[in-house]
């Protein structure tokens, strides 16, 4: 499942529609370029999305005893040494319930819903479960008024194939959901943003592959509009919308160093001359910048390279 549409999740369950499901997604294929400490994933060690009942998934011949919601039709494999040591399933679980016993009494709607996202890579992933009540579709809602919102909890789960031991959780503090979710190729770890609504402002929170937290950004600093990721793990790139300050730039691109535990950021405001048409985070490090006449390449300590011509543009974001 794509980050963009992970993001949305938790954070639409007061419009999503009883029974709506989503069909979980292959994961990319390995990328190219590990970090110099890892190397490439193999068939050995691996995640993959399954459906229950699919040949592929019937060919894994899983043992009963390391499932996990068996009756879920969505798994998660882990794959440690060429054979399958854990099997998750991807729960879409709902129910109404009656508040009270009265007549007229308002009905609610409780459930789990478990999104998995994979690592570039193949070898790790992360599962975001969320447990919520909301009221039901037919209760009735103030005419105009938009409707309730749900309240409940959140964890995320990361996995890591070749140390499927080491799995970690990170619940999701009470009252916050999961706007971005992105585990890290190479075993590097889990990238997440959380907000406390749809437009509200963003976080940025990151944690090793021992489940500590390495850096936290707080979205009274600047609120995280993206989160990008070397296809190698070793690098990340967040997008940053700084609150209004007179005389100081409006956004910035905060470039996380995980190898080296370094970080610097790119920063501009609107119309000014590094005002960026779109960019690029390189798997060397090096943040690539087009602005209009030309492109700007920096490298993993925010030192600038040499400026090209515009011509020589990659594809990249805003």
């Known amino acids: 499942m794509s980050k963009s549409r992970l993001a ?35 068939e050995a060690d691996r995640i993959g999305l399954f459906v229950a009942g699919q040949p592929d998934y019937a060919a894994l011949q899983l043992d009963a005893a390391r499932r996990t919601s068996p009756d879920a039709p969505y798994r998660l494999v882990v794959i440690h040494g060429g054979r399958p040591v854990l099997d998750f399933g991807l729960r879409n679980e709902r129910q109404l319930v009656p508040a009270g016993e009265g007549p007229g009494e308002k009905t609610f709607e409780e459930g789990i819903i478990d999104n998995a996202e994979v690592a570039p890579d193949g070898r790790s992933a992360a599962i975001l ?3 919520y009540r909301r009221p039901a579709d037919d209760a009735p809602r103030p005419e ?8 409940g909890t959140s964890v995320v789960s990361w996995v890591d194939a070749k140390r499927p031991e080491a799995r970690f959780s990170v619940k999701v503090e009470e009252g916050r959901w999961v706007k971005e979710l992105l585990p890290l190729a190479g075993g590097a770890g889990l990238a997440l943003s959380t907000t406390r609504g749809l437009g509200a402002p963003a976080d940025f929170e990151l944690y090793g592959p021992d489940g500590r937290e390495v850096f936290r950004t707080g979205e009274a600093e600047g609120s995280v509009t993206d989160i990008t990721a070397a296809s190698n793990g070793a690098f990340l790139a967040v997008s940053l919308a700084y609150p209004e300050r007179p005389g ?14 370094t970080r610097w950021t790119y920063s501009w405001s609107y119309g000014e001359a590094g005002d960026p048409l779109s960019w690029t985070l390189e798997d060397s490090g090096v943040l690539e910048v087009k602005v209009p006449g030309k492109i700007v390449r920096y490298d993993r300590n925010g030192a600038p390279l040499r400026s090209e011509g515009a011509s020589r543009g990659k594809r990249g974001k805003k």
Do not use: F, H, K, Y
């Open 248 to 261: 100081l730039p409006q956004m910035g691109i905060l470039v996380l160093d995980l190898l080296r535990g």
């Open 8 to 42: 949305v999740i938790a954070l639409a369950l007061a419009a999503l529609p009883s029974g709506a499901a989503r069909a979980a997604e292959p994961p990319a294929a390995a990328s190219q370029g590990a970090p110099p400490t890892e190397t490439a994933t193999s």
């Open 129 to 131: 479960s969320t447990q």
């Open 144 to 151: 105009g008024g938009e409707p309730p919102r749900p309240v």
